[in-house]
């Protein structure tokens, strides 16, 4: 699609994300930020709203937390044994002793042998749920003959379990016989169960 024409798509894109009020509209710049006090929350100062104080809602420090005085301490301190910043991804610039010191905190306090703490709820997911198996019906006649690793069979339809980029194991059942897929479903039921919670 030539520059233009993708300029015009997403002008008209923006313009109707305006018309219906749900355009994210000017970033709004937090020049200060103030402490939860008494009774009340922290309060967060914006650029150009001079000395006016505003409620942050869309913060994962809902708690005010990140506020707070020994949390604060225990950041600089962390900062003058390590240096500030991770510098990249756990992956890249290695384990430090404050991962393994909170995994088995963390372990001990949901009673669990051992734990793994991520970098954002996106790696979780994707160094966890995604490697993990997960069903998708292959329907017969047209998608299973082309499908990597299943033979080509017109009779039969499959239940293929994925990883992130590959079939682990396939399944091939009987084509309209809702019977003969339930039963499949029930003996992959009791291979894998999996349970998330936040």
Known sequence: MPIDRMTAALAAHVAQLEDAGTAKGAESVVTKAHPP?????????????????????????YLGLSLR?????AEE???ARFGAGPGAVRFISGTYEPHVALEKKLA???GREAGMIFSAAYATIMGTIGPTL????VAPLNTAPNTPGMPSNQGSAAILFLSTCM???????????????SNKFENAN???????ND
């Open 37 to 61: 006090t008494a009774g009340r929350g922290p309060r967060f100062n914006l650029e150009g709203e001079g000395e006016r104080e505003f409620i942050r809602m869309n913060s994962n420090s």
């Open 69 to 73: 005085p020994d949390i604060i301490a």
């Open 77 to 79: 301190g962390g900062a």
């Open 108 to 110: 001990g306090f949901h």
């Open 134 to 137: 997960l069903v998708a019906v």
């Open 167 to 181: 079939i682990i194991v396939g399944y091939s059942f009987t084509a309209g016989d809702s019977v003969n897929l």
């Open 190 to 196: 009791r291979t894998l169960q999996l349970q998330t």
